[in-house]
């Protein structure tokens, strides 16, 4: 990587996490600037506006959010133990940077107004439903979830409960909300798994 | 109601509109001058800054929001029945105001920074919440919901995946992930209610 590209990416990383913390209007290239210890010209020079910017800061906070919550040791074994993992994987880890979870956080900054910004939080949330409508096509494939189950029902139950259990915890400063979900989904696990299944993750 | 202090109040309402759209950092005096058509002096005779402003235009919306959220012909009959009304109150009704729900917003927007605002958030989803525990612990006592239950767990799951799930939607442009929340719930609903409940209000 070259020099001129490095610091473009170092900008980067370092507005994401303001962005994140700040959301888009509350955070100014005066402050991109203090985090990077950059002048106003060297942040212009890769990038034509606040705007621009902020756009490459949110892709690479959702590409990050969404690897995050996609990939990891946990995704092997069972359909159950998969799902189970990435409930617990988010309550562990629920952001990758201070300020929350990314995608929650674009989503509510960009619903009313910033059209790139939604349109980045819309591709984040259908990658990781993708991800997790998979887990569950190949459970039922294998016998391992109930042929009934929804696997979009199933996967958009879990990120929103997530997403909102997050929310709460963060406002209350525990993890309770996040743990009370968890529990609770045990008993969509059971009601979803094969009974063998069940009984297997149960037992890990 | 004396004129100034309706004055007073119709600025609240305004400016809970703007805020809930754009966030604290969004949203200027001059946009709550534009909606209302008051000059800046009018609206600093009322206020002595826009801290003061959104705290009491957050208030508003908050309890507006707590109000549609826990009041209703719905709460009524037995606690599944209740239970099942607030979900689909809910997604009938997600927000007071455009923008979204207040809770999340403020949640959102009030977490990295903003402590009045946090703790207005705060207030508002411990009532939201007390509400739906007191429906659980009734259920429970009247033998319509199982004695194992846990009222705080099943409270912040309904409030966690409903807020989770209206991201979601207002991200999509769609009501699918509230639907998919609903029908994930009714699994729920069965799994906690004693027999003879769950086949009255499944009939409903």
């Given at each position: 990587?070259?020099?001129g590209e490095q ?73 159950i133990e998969q ?105 969509i696990l059971a ?14």
């Open positions: 990587m070259q020099k610091t473009r990416q170092r900008i980067i990383e370092e507005a994401a996490k303001i962005f994140n913390q700040r959301g888009f209007a509350g955070c100014s290239i005066q402050d991109v600037m203090e985090a990077t210890g950059l002048e106003k010209g060297g942040v212009y020079r890769h990038f034509a506006s606040k705007e621009e910017l902020a756009v490459e800061a949110f892709r690479y906070a959702l590409s990050l959010s969404v690897k995050m919550r996609t990939e990891g040791p946990g995704y092997a074994g069972s359909a799902l189970r993992y990435a409930v617990r994987h988010f309550i562990e880890t629920p952001s990758v940077f201070p300020g929350g979870c990314p995608l929650m956080n674009t989503a509510v900054d960009a619903n009313d107004g910033n059209p790139a910004l939604r349109q980045l939080a819309c591709d984040a949330l259908k990658k990781w439903r993708a991800v997790l409508c998979s887990i569950v096509e190949d459970g039922i494939a294998h016998g391992e979830i109930r042929s009934g189950a929804n696997p979009r029902q199933i996967a958009n139950t879990i990120i929103a409960s997530l997403e909102g259990a997050l929310m709460i915890s963060r406002l209350e400063g525990t993890k309770r909300a996040l743990c009370d979900v968890q529990e609770m989904f045990e008993m009601e979803i798994g094969t009974a063998r299944e069940v009984r297997l993750g149960s037992a890990e």
